[in-house]
C-alpha cells in the first residue's frame, strides 16, 4: 500500500489498519495471517438493508431502494465506526461477488464521514497467507456496476414480491408469498409431479441365467431371442423361453475385446459439488454449502488456521497457475507416472462469469487423510471429493478393458460384459468411486465355439418406471442448465420453498405439497410470461450486463414494471377468489362441542378444524383412505410417532383398531382387492406404486425394501 508507506517512517508508530470481513470465523483466520497493526472485525453479512416490512422501492423517483440499517445491527455498525475513526486505513473484504460487493459500499457510505481513514477494497479466491498478504499490499476500489447488478436484482425481486404476495393473499390465502426465482422452480417441481401422477407402471419380465466355466460362474443377461430384443411382459411368456432352451447346449458364440479411455473431470463448481454431495454423501444442497463455507472460511489445523478450500460460489473451472504448480509437485512426488506433459486446461462455459477459479483445495500437499483428526466427519468427507476431484484433474487418464460375451442356447442369446481397469491414472487418487465408475469385474477364460454349463434361470418380474421426481442434484442441474439463478442462489432456492411449505422431503425427493400446487397453478396461469425459466434466465443475463456496465439498471427496471403491474391489477379485478372453496363443509362432527368439521388449508397440507372457532379450537387429521380392516369402518390418518416424531400412518379406531402403514396412502384403490394404494421407494426401483395388502400382488416387486 503505497500511501501506508509514506505515512510510515522509522520514528513513526505503525499504522492501524482496520480489516472487515463478513464472518467472525473469517476473522479468525485472517487476523492471525496478519501482523501488528490489523485489527480485522466481521459485519455479519449485511448491515443495511431494505426494510423486511414493506417494498421500500421509489418507483417515481428511477426505482430507487430505501435503504436502512438492520434491525439489530445498529450497535455493531456503530462499533464499527468507532474502530474506522480510530484507524488510518480501512480494508473491506467482503465476499468477492455482487453480494459481497454491496456489503463494501453499504460500509463504505457508513463509514466514510465518520473517519478520516483511506477506504479500499480487497478481494481474494482463498483464505491463505499469500492470498492474503497479496489482496491488502494490492487494495482497490469498490466495482460500481457489479453492485448496481446486485441492487437490480434486489429491486426486482422486491417487485414482483411485493406484487404477487398480496395477490395470494387476496385470492387464496393470507400470509402466502411468492418470490421470482422460487416460483420457477416451484413450477418445475409442481410439473414433474403431475408427470409423476399421471404415468402408469407397465408389467414386464427379465430373464437371467447362471453360467459355469469350471470353478468359476457368472450370471448373463438375456438380450436376443429368435433374432429380436425379446418383449417379455408375462411371466408366462419367459417360462414358455426357459422350457424351450433349459436343455439346449449352451455356445459362446462371441467373445470381444475393447479399450476404452476415460478422462478425469473438471474441477468442481457449485452446481456441480452440490449434486456430487447429493448422490455420493446424501447432503442437503444447504448443507453442502454450509460445511463447505466451513471448510473455506477456516479450520484449526494443529498450531495454524487455514482456509482449506478455494470459494465455494463459482461457474467456473479455471485454476490459477500457483495452484497447477503446486497441485503438479504433489503428483510428481507421488505418482510421477500419472503426470501429464502439460497442466490440463479445462472449458469454461459460455454462460459462466468466470469471476472466480473453480472450488479446490488451497494446498495440495493437504491430504484427506493428514487433516482427518482435525475436521467432523461431514467437513471430511466433503473436503475429501474437493481434493480428490482437482487433484484427479491435473492427472492422466485411465483405461478399461472390457470383455463382452454372448451365449447361444438354442434361439436364446446371453450376454454379460465385464470392465476392468488396466490403467488407474487419476482414479489412484479417487477413494470413493461412483457406481458407473467402480466397473471392476471379472470373467472366467473363454473361447468362441466352447460350450460352458447353465446352472439356473433367473425369471424377474419389473414395473416400467414413470419419471422421477427432482431430488437436490437433479433440480440443482436442471436449474443451471435451465440459466435459471447463479451459484449462490441453487441453495437457497431449495430452503425457501421447503421454508414456506410449498415443497417437502421424501426419500430425499421434492414433493410439491397441496398448497405449493395450488399457488404454482394461480402463478403460472396468471403470469405465464414471468413464472418461467425463459424469462428468468433472460433476468441473469442481463444482470450480468448491469455488472459489465453495458445496461443501466433503471432501465432494466423500467422495461420490466409497467407491463407487469399492468398484468398484476387485471389479475387482482378479474380472477375469482378461491379463498372459499379452500373452506369445505364436511359430514364429520366435532366431539368436543358437536358443530360441524370445516376442511381448511394450513401450512403443512390440509386439515380439520371445527367450525365453532375461535370458542372451539379442536382439530384433526384428514382422513386418507378408508380403513381395509374387515368391520372396521375407521379410516386412515396421519399421525406421528413419540420422541422422534416420525410419520406414519393408523387408523382413527386405535387402539380397537391396530392397523397401521409406514407408506403414505394415495388417492386410488387396488382393482384387484380394493385396499388402498400407497406409494413405495427402494434403491433398485425408485419411486412405485403399491397395494398395501400383503396377500395382494398387484403391482408388488420381488424386492420390496421397507422401511
Not at 83 to 104: C, H, M, Q, T, Y
Not at 329 to 355: C, F, M, R
Request: overall charge positive; some cysteine.
Amino acid at each position: 500500500m503505497a500511501e501506508q508507506t509514506k505515512k510510515t517512517s522509522k520514528k513513526e508508530k505503525v499504522p492501524k489498519t482496520l480489516v472487515i470481513v463478513e464472518s467472525p470465523a473469517k476473522a479468525h483466520t485472517i487476523e492471525k495471517y496478519l501482523g501488528a497493526g490489523y485489527t480485522v472485525k466481521a459485519s455479519m453479512g449485511h448491515l443495511i438493508d431494505l426494510p423486511k416490512s414493506r417494498m421500500a422501492i421509489d418507483i417515481e423517483n428511477g426505482f430507487q431502494p430505501e435503504y436502512i440499517t438492520v434491525r439489530g445491527r445498529a450497535k455493531l455498525l456503530k462499533e464499527l465506526q468507532k474502530d474506522a475513526k480510530k484507524s488510518d486505513f480501512v480494508l473491506l473484504a467482503s465476499d468477492n461477488d455482487r453480494e459481497g460487493e454491496a456489503i463494501a459500499w453499504h460500509l463504505n457510505n457508513a463509514l466514510k464521514d465518520k473517519t478520516d481513514a483511506k477506504i479500499s477494497r480487497i478481494v481474494f479466491n482463498e483464505i491463505t497467507p499469500a492470498a492474503i498478504t497479496e489482496a491488502v499490499k494490492n487494495p482497490g476500489e469498490i466495482v460500481e456496476a457489479k453492485v448496481n447488478a446486485q441492487k437490480a436484482r434486489r429491486v426486482l425481486d422486491r417487485l414482483v414480491g411485493y406484487n404477487l404476495s398480496p395477490l395470494l393473499w387476496a385470492k387464496v390465502k393470507n400470509g402466502l408469498s411468492a418470490g421470482r426465482v422460487q416460483s420457477v422452480a416451484l413450477r418445475l417441481i409442481c410439473e414433474r409431479e403431475k408427470e409423476v401422477e399421471d404415468f402408469l407402471p407397465e408389467e414386464y419380465w427379465s430373464l437371467d441365467a447362471d453360467f459355469a466355466k469350471g470353478k468359476s460362474s457368472f450370471t448373463a443377461q438375456l438380450v436376443k431371442y429368435k433374432g429380436e430384443t425379446p418383449e417379455l411382459k408375462s411371466e408366462g411368456v419367459v417360462n414358455e423361453i426357459i422350457e424351450k432352451i433349459k436343455s439346449a447346449p449352451c455356445i459362446v458364440t462371441s467373445l470381444k475385446k475393447s479399450e476404452k479411455t476415460v478422462r478425469p473431470k473438471a474441477p468442481f463448481t457449485t452446481s456441480k459439488l452440490q449434486q456430487a454431495a447429493a448422490n455420493r454423501l446424501s447432503f442437503t444442497s444447504r448443507k453442502t454449502m454450509q460445511i463447505a463455507q466451513q471448510l473455506y472460511e477456516g479450520i484449526q489445523i494443529g498450531q495454524n488456521r487455514v482456509g482449506l478450500i478455494t470459494y465455494m460460489r463459482t461457474d467456473s473451472v479455471r485454476i490459477s497457475e500457483t495452484a497447477l504448480n503446486d497441485v503438479r509437485a504433489w503428483i510428481t512426488k507421488n505418482y510421477p507416472s500419472d503426470l501429464p506433459e502439460e497442466p490440463i486446461h479445462y472449458t469454461v462455459g459460455k454462460a459462466a462469469q468466470d469471476a472466480h477459479e473453480g472450488i479446490r483445495p488451497t494446498y495440495t500437499e493437504y491430504t484427506p487423510d493428514s487433516v482427518k483428526e482435525y475436521l467432523t466427519h461431514d467437513q471430511f468427507k466433503l473436503y475429501s471429493i474437493i481434493w480428490e476431484r482437482f487433484v484427479s484433474s491435473q492427472m492422466n487418464n485411465a483405461k478399461m478393458i472390457t470383455t463382452s460375451v454372448e451365449i447361444s442356447a438354442d434361439d436364446a442369446v446371453f450376454r454379460v460384459a465385464a470392465s476392468k481397469i488396466s490403467e488407474k491414472g487419476f482414479y489412484n487418487v479417487i477413494k470413493l468411486l461412483s457406481s458407473k465408475e467402480d466397473k471392476s469385474t471379472s470373467l472366467p477364460s473363454m473361447k468362441e465355439g466352447e460350450q460352458i454349463n447353465v446352472l439356473k434361470f433367473h425369471p424377474e418380474q419389473h414395473f416400467t418406471q414413470g419419471p422421477a421426481r427432482y431430488t437436490d442434484a437433479s433440480i440443482v442441474r436442471m436449474l443451471e442448465e435451465k440459466g435459471i439463478g447463479r451459484p449462490s442462489t441453487y441453495a437457497p432456492i431449495i430452503s425457501v420453498l421447503l421454508d414456506r411449505y410449498y415443497v417437502t422431503r421424501a426419500n430425499k425427493q421434492l414433493v410439491p405439497t397441496q398448497l405449493g400446487r395450488m399457488i404454482a397453478k394461480i402463478l403460472v396461469e396468471s403470469f405465464p410470461d414471468v413464472i418461467n425459466e425463459s424469462f428468468t434466465a433472460e433476468v441473469e443475463n442481463k444482470l450480468d450486463d448491469v455488472e459489465k456496465d453495458t445496461l443501466v439498471w433503471n432501465t432494466m427496471m423500467k422495461d420490466f414494471f409497467g407491463p407487469f403491474k399492468k398484468r398484476v391489477d387485471e389479475v387482482m379485478e378479474n380472477t375469482e377468489s378461491i379463498k372459499g372453496f379452500l373452506d369445505e363443509q364436511t359430514d364429520k362432527v366435532c366431539e368436543l362441542c358437536g358443530k360441524p368439521m370445516i376442511k381448511k388449508l394450513g401450512r403443512f397440507g390440509f386439515f380439520l378444524a371445527c367450525s365453532g372457532f375461535p370458542q372451539c379450537h379442536n382439530t384433526k387429521s384428514i382422513p386418507l383412505a378408508k380403513c381395509p380392516c374387515k368391520g372396521c369402518g375407521g379410516e386412515i390418518v396421519e399421525r406421528k410417532s413419540k420422541g422422534r416424531g416420525k410419520s406414519f400412518f393408523g387408523c382413527t379406531n386405535y387402539p380397537t383398531c391396530t392397523f397401521i402403514s409406514h407408506f403414505k396412502p394415495i388417492d386410488q384403490y387396488c382393482p384387484e382387492c380394493g385396499w388402498f394404494l400407497v406409494e413405495k421407494f427402494d434403491k433398485k426401483n425408485g419411486s412405485y406404486k403399491s397395494c398395501i395388502n400383503p396377500d395382494c400382488n398387484y403391482l408388488h416387486t420381488s424386492t420390496e425394501e421397507e422401511n
